[in-house]
């Protein structure tokens, strides 16, 4: 199975704040990676797919980018309903699997 | 949009066996594959399946392969997932997902659209 190492495990930030999380491939999975919001109790919403690609009805302050096996979500100006978890997921491989997610708390 | 209702919370025995739904909006139903993940509590998401809703074809993960089963009633547009042989480990939310290709685009394993989840537990 391709292992996705998600980076970093928590984070603190502050509203307005630019904010990035980070998944690293095990190996090259093109660019078949795809980022979710995920809040308490509530089902993962997908945000990009392909690791650019955003979906219908996200903000575009949320941003993903490749290079090589690094993938990137950005939020420019992090707004108050963006504290969640996040999650990446590539879509690469058989079986697809995730990384171990992101939480974005309050400063 | 296309909405997934999935059954109600289980509350069931190490052994027994689970049986959960998930009904799609009619004229969805065969739109897209259908696909089945869960997350055990504070931990992060797994995926357990895919189904064809046309041709009712499976995949599953191999580590569940002898104890999962997909499949769908085609006149309710609903898909079942049946977990035989249940576990303490098998405990958290069950979550079906809509692809996010066309069906006659294969499957791209981005999960567009959600159920609202389904709350399994096992315990003796």
């Known amino acids: 199975d391709f292992q996705m190492t998600q980076s970093p495990t928590s984070l603190s930030a502050s509203v307005g704040d630019r904010v990035t999380i980070t998944c690293r491939a095990s190996r090259s999975i093109s660019s078949s990676l795809n980022w979710y919001q995920q809040k308490p109790g509530k089902a993962p919403k997908l945000l990009v797919h392909d690791a650019s690609r955003l979906e219908g009805g996200v903000p575009s302050r949320f941003s993903g980018r490749v290079s090589g096996l690094d993938f990137t979500l950005t939020i420019s100006g992090l707004q108050p309903e963006d504290f969640a978890t996040y999650y990446c997921q590539q879509a690469y491989s058989t079986p697809p699997t995730f990384g171990q997610g992101t939480k974005v708390e309050i400063k | 949009q296309v909405q997934l209702v999935q059954s109600g919370a289980e509350v069931t025995k190490p052994g027994a066996s689970v049986k959960l739904s998930c009904k799609t909006s009619?004229?969805?139903?065969?739109?897209?594959?259908l696909h089945w993940l869960r997350q055990a509590p504070g931990q992060g998401l797994e995926w357990l399946g895919t189904l064809n809703p046309r041709d009712g074809r499976t995949a599953y993960a191999q580590k569940l392969k002898d104890r999962i089963t997909l499949v769908r009633v085609t006149s309710t547009s609903t898909v079942y997932l049946d977990l035989s042989r249940l576990t303490p480990e098998d405990t958290g939310i069950y979550y079906c997902?809509?692809?996010?290709?066309?069906?006659?685009?294969?499957?791209?394993?981005?999960?567009?659209?959600w159920g609202q989840g389904t709350l399994v537990s096992v315990s003796s």
């Open positions: 997902a809509r692809d996010g290709l066309p069906l006659s685009a294969g499957t791209s394993f981005y999960f567009q659209s």
């Open positions: 009619g004229d969805m139903f065969t739109a897209s594959y």
